[in-house]
Every structure is written in structure tokens, then in C-alpha cells.
């Protein structure tokens, strides 16, 4: 709109009504030369612009009769308006030079005119509607017929029953609004319909679908179509003079006073900030609060808080992360909860305050914060729970509403350290097959320590029954069974009351037993398993096979290429399978187990011994009782993984405890078991347990026995030589 200081340099003023089927639009122009509510009058001018496609048929006789009325005495009646238009529609008419005939230029709306009045009665309705022909174009270029007639508006309202035919025509006529609009042309919009239909014209007149500033109803049958014209002419025409210090009033309405002095405008805006993702054990969740004074001026005294809101695993929390402001005014705990479904708690913290924020951004120190800033977890807290932090302040800016503002969530999820266990042995890192050009110096062994506080006080971790050996360094697996059933207290940082066995050559570290490369080879197991054995069976075409009954032939089962899934076995007394394969993989896919006690002699112990370049065992598996000989070949294997899920996971991937009863040797040993590390007494619970049991070393003491034995048969003693 026009500023009316230039208004009152104009010796007329036009406006522009586009008004039709699908379209209707008006505009006029505001001019004020003195503080009293209603300008003088100028001439002004307005077009009327009527959609005459089909779809208006019935409704078209109405339409005429009610812009005729703005001629005579209850309608705009005015000599210092005048009044014109033109139509269109997307029919046969479209490729016709004035597709916007019917039209007529500007005539005084003080009575009727007769050549105008013909003009109106001859629109017939057909075709369709096209927003861009509303606005006298085609395909970019304005019509010259009624050019004079736009150009020389001053507002154009678009009223129309329905969407754009073609929608696409709603964008080149967006592009004319504003065009018009940037040489001073207000464009007003009426829709007949629903808001849903709305939306179409809300984006031509306002740039936006939502935005119905300069839009709006006009009924069905158009009966209040006059009224609706005349009503937004003669504002733009007319305009009163808005009250300066309520614009919701005029300036001679009795409640058009200066205000009394109010507060400096300020708007604060809460933030919490969370500094870690998952926490576990007694790690604390470390969170950063602040309060951003989005205006120059400091606040009043403000009271803020702090609320807890924990969430049940499986639940989704992006919905407490409040896009676009990153903030929610009038909000409660009642309401966060709704966001969650319900499934959590909401409390007040225990942190709270009251003070000024000055522009910018103010930090809440610890001290205010006090156990908010950092919080430990909670014992009874199940894995996947989420704990989350919101910190509200009440009356967020200088006004009396909003009463209360609520920040974005901030988030950690509960999470757990899984754990391992090796009984009966020990674990020994950085040594290499034969042939395997290997450097051993990153050859570590790290593991994490959990420690609970509380009724529970202990620090748990994965541990080893026996030694534990390693060329680098040593840290978070005991040795000698140092952290079996939990070390009493927090010793994370006392490693020597849980390493008695971890073996070491350097001063003040755990580990580092030998230089690089000097743990040696690995025993090449494999070749002694297989040499010399003929197979009993070859599974070359065989995706999978299973062990069980007592059917099995003991021997070697080879399957020289491709991989293969060992499916649910359980051997009987006295069965021995090898399971070659030395290019591929073998899943376990089901348990593998031995025919339980009862055993007259050693020939009678079961044992399975799995040899291949890669093993995997599924996550539903929960026992294997055989040896685990992953082979490096020319280092493209030598793997053994735990379960056949991979990173990243949960606690509800791999979450089924594993025990493995049998040697295991490989390159890398991939451990990823989710179970175990509960809470309470379960806290100690490892994922996996590798268990070397006596009846390997018995089995393996059977199996080297040969009837061929060297016997001394006499000896001399004889002195030391030096």
C-alpha cells in the first residue's frame, strides 16, 4: 500500500476488484491528509475482474445481479469511485487476442451506466479457470486490451470458488501480485468454499498457503458478494485512521488513549543442552542450562526451573525436541507426557531460581543448578531408558501471556557395558599364524569398567580366570578372576587388586610382556587335525548340515569351497566330527552341544572341532560346545564373531548370553553379545563366557596317545661342563 503522503500528491486514485467463478479480486487505496478517522474523498478506482468458466454456470446470474447492485443507492453509490472489469477463463476464448473479454474500462458507480450494465449481461460460462489469465496474462505476457485498465489500480481483490485449473497457473499469477504489489498495488483475495480451498488463493495474494492476512469468504450462492465489494472498496478506498497505540481500534474511538509506560519488550528463551548420549553404571550425564534474552533490554525477575522427565525404553522421545523455536509456551508436565504417549514420569528437579537475565546469553552456574548439572544413574533405571532434562522459565517476556515457556528436551539414554569371561584358561593377544606378516604392536587388550554406587557398591568388568598376556597394553579385563562377582568399592583406578595374573615387563603398566612380534606363532592345530585323515563325507553341494543321533560317523567332514551353516547338533558318547572348511565360512546357526555326563571311560567324550577361514554364530544361539579354529589364509580370515549382527547395536540385537565350551584361536575375536550387565545382583552378568573345559584336555590327551613310545633304557651321569 501507498504511504499517504504520496496519496495526497494524486489527483485520482485506483482500484482494482478481480471477482469471478474462480476469481474475484478488488483493491483501493488509503490517503489521509489530517489525524481525524476518515480521510477526504478522492476519485479512486476499482476493477472488477469475473471468472466466467463453467463451474460458475449456475451461480452466474447471481453474480451479475450482484455487482449491477454496487450501482445503485445501498451500494457503493459513490461518484468519486469508479468502477470497471474484465473476465476470463481457460475456454475458447483463451487464444483469442482480449481473452478477457467481456471487459469494460472505468465508470462512475453514482448510478448506473448503461453500456457497462450490457457488457455484464453478455458473460457466459464455460471452460476452465486460469489464474494467470485472471490477472490479464498468457504466458508471461500481459494482455494490451485491459493493460491501461491494471495498470491504473491501486488494489486488486481475487475472489474465486475453487482451485487454479491448471494448479500451475497459481505461480506466474503469484509472480503478477507481486508485481503489482511492488508498484504500490494492494491485492485483497475471497474464496467461496472451505478453508481447504482457501489455500490456493491464500499463496497468490500472501505468498504463503497458511497466510489469510488480505483474504477472505464470500457465501456459496453469492448472495453477500455486493456487500463483500462494497465492504473492502471502501475501506481502501475510505480507510479510517488506526488508533497509534491499539491497532485493533480506530483514533476516534473513546478507548484510543495513550497507554500508561509499560516494560521494556524482552524475550527469554530456555536451552538445555545434554554433553553426553548414553551413560551407564555410575557415569554421571553431564547437562548445560541457559537462558537466551533474545531482546536489548533486561528481563524482570524471572523464576525458572528445572523438570525430570524419564522415558520407558522403546519409547521415542523426538517429539520433546521441539522444532523451529526449540521452545513451547503454556505447556506442563501433563502435556510432555502426551508427547511420550504417556510412558515415562514428569517431576519437578529440585533446581529452581529467580533472577534478571540480561540481553544475550546467561549460563546457570552448578551452584544454582545444583544436582541437575550432573546426574548419576540410577541403579533401578532399565537399559533404554531415557533420561531427559527441561528447563522452563514463567512469564518469558515483559507481557502477561505467555504464563510460562518450556525448552527442548535434552536427552541421555541409559545404556550398559556388556562383559566377557574366560574360564578355565587364559587370553593371550599378538601372536600370528605361520606366514602371516604380522605387527603385533596394536596389539592391546582394553576392556570398560562399570561401577555402581549405592546398596550395590562394586566396579564390574570382563574378566579371565587365569593369565592374561599381551605385547601392548593391558587395561579394563582382569586377570586371576580379580573382578568375578564385582570388586567391592569403586577400584576402576586400582588396576593391581584385579591384575594379579596380568603379566607384565614394564614399570607402572599392565601388559607390554614382550617386544613387537615376540609372542610367536600361533600352533598350526588345523594341519594336525586334518593330516593324515581321509573324509568321511565331502559337502561340497551342501548349504548346511547338522550333527546328531547316532548315525554320525566320526571323522573329518570337508568342504573345500564356499561356506556353510551348521544347524542344531548335539553328539553322542564317543563322536568326534572336524568340520573343514578351509575358503569359507561356517555359521552356527542352532546350538552345538555334547550327550551330558555319564561317561565309563575318556574314549567315550564327545568333541567337535570347527575349522574354517571365518566362524559365525547367530544370535540365537546360546551354547557351542566345540573347538573355534579360525584360519588365517593369507590374511583374508581368521575370524570368529559372536553373533552376525554388526555396529551398531542395542539391547535388543545379540541379547542372548553365549557360552562357548571348547579352545578358541583366531585372528580377531569379535564380541558382540548385548546380554547380561543387569542391574542389582545381575550386574555381573557377562554377554559371553569362554570356557576351556577338562574334557577338551582330556579328549586331547586320548587323541595324542599313540601306541609308538620312546623308553629310556638306561642313563649316565655326567659331570657339569662350564
Known amino acids: 500500500m501507498r504511504l499517504s503522503s504520496l496519496?495526497?500528491?494524486?489527483?485520482?486514485?485506483?482500484?482494482?476488484?478481480?471477482?469471478?467463478?474462480?476469481?474475484?479480486?478488488?483493491a483501493g487505496l488509503l490517503t489521509s491528509s489530517s489525524a481525524s478517522a476518515q480521510v477526504q474523498r478522492i476519485e479512486c478506482r476499482a476493477v472488477i475482474v469475473l471468472d466466467r468458466s463453467g463451474s460458475v454456470a449456475g451461480q452466474m446470474a447471481t453474480m451479475k445481479a450482484q455487482v449491477k447492485l454496487l450501482f445503485d443507492v445501498g451500494?457503493?453509490?459513490?461518484?468519486?469511485?469508479?468502477?470497471?472489469?474484465?473476465?476470463?477463463?481457460?475456454?475458447?476464448?483463451?487464444?483469442?487476442?482480449?481473452?478477457?473479454?467481456?471487459?469494460?474500462?472505468?465508470?462512475s458507480s453514482f448510478g448506473h451506466n448503461t453500456?457497462?450494465?450490457?457488457?455484464?449481461?453478455?458473460?457466459?460460462?464455460?471452460?476452465?479457470?486460469?489464474?494467470?489469465?485472471?490477472?490479464?496474462h498468457r504466458n508471461g505476457e500481459q494482455n494490451p486490451y485491459v493493460a491501461e485498465t491494471a495498470n491504473s489500480a491501486d488494489v486488486i481483490v481475487f475472489v474465486t470458488d475453487g482451485a487454479p485449473n491448471p494448479d500451475s497457473s497459481k505461480h506466474p499469477a503469484r509472480e503478477i501480485v507481486l508485481r503489482h504489489k511492488a508498484r504500490?498495488?494492494?491485492?485483497?483475495?475471497?474464496?467461496?468454499?472451505?478453508?481447504?480451498?482457501?489455500?490456493?488463493l491464500n499463496y497468490v495474494i500472501n505468498g504463503s498457503e497458511t497466510n489469510a492476512t488480505d483474504t477472505f469468504f464470500i457465501r456459496s450462492n453469492y448472495s453477500d458478494l455486493s456487500d463483500k465489494l462494497k465492504e473492502w472498496i471502501e475501506a481502501k478506498c475510505y480507510p479510517k485512521i488506526m488508533c497509534q497505540w491499539n491497532s485493533d481500534i480506530y483514533a476516534d474511538d473513546p478507548r484510543c488513549k495513550e497507554p500508561e509506560p509499560v516494560a521494556l519488550p524482552y524475550a527469554l528463551k530456555p536451552i538445555v543442552e545434554a554433553h553426553n548420549t548414553v551413560i551407564s553404571g555410575s557415569d554421571s550425564a553431564s547437562f548445560g542450562y541457559k537462558i537466551e534474552n533474545l531482546e536489548r533490554n533486561d528481563s524482570k525477575p524471572t523464576t525458572w526451573s528445572v523438570k525430570r522427565v524419564l522415558v520407558d525404553r522403546g519409547q521415542a522421545v523426538d517429539r520433546l525436541q521441539f522444532g523451529g523455536s526449540g521452545y513451547q509456551d503454556e505447556y506442563s508436565c501433563a502435556k510432555l507426557l502426551a508427547l511420550v504417549s504417556g510412558n515415562?514420569?514428569?517431576?519437578?528437579?529440585?533446581?529452581?531460581?529467580?533472577?534478571?537475565?540480561?540481553?544475550?546469553?546467561?549460563?546457570?552456574?552448578?551452584?544454582?543448578?545444583?544436582?541437575?548439572?550432573?546426574?548419576?544413574?540410577?541403579?533401578?533405571w532399565e537399559v533404554g531408558t531415557k533420561l531427559c532434562y527441561v528447563l522452563t522459565v514463567e512469564k518469558p517476556t515483559e507481557k502477561d501471556s505467555p504464563s510460562n515457556r518450556y525448552s527442548s528436551a535434552a536427552c541421555v539414554i541409559v545404556g550398559k557395558r556388556p562383559t566377557f569371561q574366560v574360564h578355565g584358561g587364559d587370553v593371550v593377544v599378538g601372536r600370528h599364524f605361520a606366514g602371516d606378516d604380522m605387527n603385533s604392536a596394536a596389539a592391546n587388550i582394553r576392556g570398560s569398567l562399570t561401577a555402581k554406587t549405592g546398596s550395590i557398591n562394586k566396579t564390574f568388568g570382563s574378566w579371565v580366570e587365569?593369565?592374561?598376556?599381551?605385547?601392548?597394553?593391558?587395561?579394563?579385563?582382569?586377570?586371576?578372576?580379580?573382578?568375578?562377582?564385582?570388586?567391592?568399592?569403586?577400584?576402576?583406578?586400582?588396576?593391581?587388586?584385579?591384575?594379579?595374573?596380568?603379566?607384565?615387563?614394564?614399570?607402572?603398566?599392565?601388559g607390554k610382556y614382550t617386544r613387537e612380534n615376540g609372542m610367536g606363532a600361533v600352533a598350526n592345530t588345523a594341519e594336525y587335525f586334518i593330516r593324515g585323515r581321509t573324509p568321511v563325507a565331502t559337502l561340497e553341494d551342501r548349504p548346511s548340515i547338522a550333527f546328531n543321533g547316532g548315525g554320525v560317523t566320526s571323522g573329518l567332514y570337508t568342504k573345500t569351497n564356499g561356506s556353510i551353516t551348521l544347524e542344531q547338533s548335539s553328539l553322542e558318547k564317543?563322536?568326534?566330527?572336524?568340520?573343514?572348511?578351509?575358503?569359507?565360512?561356517?555359521?552356527?546357526?542352532?546350538?552345538?552341544?555334547?550327550?551330558?555326563?555319564?561317561?565309563?571311560?575318556?574314549?567315550?567324550?564327545?568333541?567337535?572341532?570347527?575349522?574354517?577361514?571365518?566362524?559365525?554364530?547367530?544370535?540365537?544361539?546360546?551354547?557351542?560346545?566345540?573347538?573355534?579354529?579360525?584360519?588365517?589364509?593369507?590374511?583374508?580370515g581368521g575370524t570368529v564373531a559372536t553373533c552376525d549382527a554388526t555396529p551398531p547395536l542395542s539391547s535388543e540385537v545379540c541379547g542372548t548370553p553365549l557360552v562357548v565350551n571348547g579352545p578358541v584361536v583366531a585372528k580377531d575375536v569379535l564380541l558382540r553379545r548385548t546380554a547380561g550387565a543387569g542391574a542389582g545382583e545381575a550386574s555381573g552378568d557377562p554377554a559371553e563366557i569362554f570356557n576351556l573345559r577338562a574334557d577338551a584336555y582330556l579328549w586331547g590327551y586320548n587323541e595324542g596317545r599313540s601306541a609308538l613310545r620312546a623308553e629310556t633304557t638306561h642313563t649316565i651321569e655326567l659331570p657339569p661342563h662350564f
Open 466 to 510: 587365569y593369565g592374561v598376556f599381551a605385547p601392548g597394553v593391558v587395561g579394563g579385563v582382569a586377570s586371576a578372576s580379580g573382578l568375578e562377582g564385582g570388586a567391592n568399592g569403586n577400584v576402576t583406578s586400582n588396576q593391581e587388586f584385579w591384575s594379579t595374573l596380568t603379566f607384565a615387563n614394564t614399570d607402572g603398566e599392565y
Open 574 to 636: 564317543g563322536k568326534m566330527v572336524i568340520l573343514y572348511v578351509p575358503n569359507g565360512t561356517v555359521t552356527i546357526a542352532g546350538n552345538v552341544t555334547y550327550q551330558p555326563g555319564g561317561y565309563g571311560s575318556i574314549a567315550e567324550l564327545s568333541q567337535m572341532i570347527i575349522i574354517a577361514r571365518n566362524i559365525t554364530i547367530n544370535g540365537n544361539v546360546s551354547r557351542v560346545d566345540s573347538w573355534l579354529l579360525a584360519q588365517d589364509d593369507e590374511q583374508r
Open 75 to 107: 451500494g457503493i453509490y459513490d461518484d468519486h469511485i469508479k468502477l470497471a472489469f474484465w473476465s476470463f477463463a481457460n475456454d475458447f476464448m483463451s487464444s483469442k487476442p482480449n481473452y478477457n473479454s467481456p471487459n469494460h474500462d472505468y465508470v
Open 115 to 136: 453500456s457497462f450494465d450490457a457488457s455484464i449481461d453478455s458473460l457466459r460460462a464455460s471452460g476452465g479457470t486460469n489464474y494467470e489469465h485472471a490477472f490479464a
Open 7 to 26: 496519496r495526497m500528491k494524486m489527483t485520482w486514485l485506483p482500484v482494482v476488484i478481480l471477482v469471478g467463478l474462480f476469481a474475484v479480486s478488488i
Open 184 to 200: 504500490g498495488t494492494d491485492v485483497i483475495g475471497g474464496i467461496v468454499g472451505t478453508n481447504t480451498a482457501k489455500r490456493p
Open 344 to 380: 515415562g514420569t514428569c517431576e519437578d528437579a529440585g533446581a529452581s531460581g529467580n533472577r534478571v537475565f540480561k540481553s544475550g546469553v546467561s549460563t546457570l552456574s552448578a551452584a544454582e543448578l545444583g544436582p541437575v548439572s550432573t546426574t548419576a544413574v540410577d541403579d533401578d
